[in-house]
């Protein structure tokens, strides 16, 4: 009988999924990871977050050595910098994003590398960068935006209003990926970025084929990832498309859920997952 794991890749997504809904890492969820991760499984992190943002949750859980941000858009090692993919949004493009997003009516946040920028301070702007504890810069004028974006997030306050959101995909989803990562949040991407692409990268570039590869998430921009991914794993808040078609669901984030996913992946390592 051969002793090699049926999955040697776990690709996961963060906020929501491991991460509460207040952005808490539960004690549970690091020890399962740990877990895992005896047993010889590579875990890599993939977030809509910058590296900036993500670095403190990679610490806590061992896993800064290689990690997927902005969606995939910058792939690399969190503790150095040193990317293995690097992709930005083309200023103009960006700029033109941001302008139509301000005219909609939105709050729209330019990322970069380090440091997240914003035509106004509001409490909706100020509740996002705190959340993810980034450094927030005012400017004055669109034009005076720094550099290239690694993505713009456009965030709503009306669950019920899709209007401003349609708008955006109608017009620029030509030239740029656009995708949800929660009903409030647009995430503008640049051109052939996702986590489907990111985990086909990672896959590829350490050697394991897609029927190594298990995936976790709970959101729009997971689903391609995890559809991609040999096994897909989730928690009890994620989407029902997602739950109807995942290998395990587990409890909600709230609860850990990641928690009882993932040791349902560690204790059927060796069997076939079909």
């Not at 539960?26 to 993939?46: D, F, N, S, T, Y």
């Not at 902005?70 to 690399?76: C, E, L, R, S």
Request: negative net charge; proline residues 4%.
């Amino acid at each position: 009988m051969s002793t090699s794991p049926s999955i040697s890749l776990l690709v996961s997504d963060v906020d929501r999924t491991l991460l509460t809904h207040d952005y808490v890492l539960p004690e549970q969820v690091v020890e399962a990871v740990g877990r895992l991760q005896k047993k010889g499984v590579r875990i890599v992190l993939a977030s809509a977050r910058s590296p900036e943002a993500l670095r403190p949750f990679a610490e806590r859980l061992g896993l800064t050595s290689l990690a997927a941000c902005f969606n995939g858009g910058w792939i690399g090692d969190l503790r150095s910098g040193v990317s293995l993919v690097s992709t930005t949004i083309n200023r103009d493009e960006g700029l033109a994003a941001m302008r139509m997003a301000t005219e909609l009516g939105l709050n729209a946040l330019w990322y970069g590398h380090d440091r997240v920028s914003a035509l106004a301070s509001n409490p909706t702007v100020e509740h996002e960068v705190r959340i993810t504890a980034e450094t927030l810069g005012i400017v004055d004028t669109v034009d005076a935006l720094p550099g290239q974006p690694g993505k713009i997030m456009c965030v709503r306050t009306d669950p019920n209003d899709d209007t401003a959101f349609d708008a955006l995909h109608e017009k620029l989803s030509g030239s740029l990926s656009l995708v949800r990562s929660h009903w409030r949040l647009l995430e503008i991407n640049p051109p052939g970025v996702s986590k489907r692409v990111a985990i086909e990268f990672l896959s590829e570039h350490l050697g394991m084929g897609r029927e190594a590869c298990a995936a976790a998430g709970d959101a729009e921009n997971d689903v391609e990832m995890l559809r991609w991914a040999h096994v897909a794993l989730t928690v009890g808040n994620a989407l029902d498309e997602i739950k109807a078609f995942a290998a395990f669901t587990g409890p909600s984030c709230d609860e850990g859920g990641m928690a009882a996913a993932v040791d349902w992946l560690n204790n059927r390592l060796y069997e076939p997952l079909n």
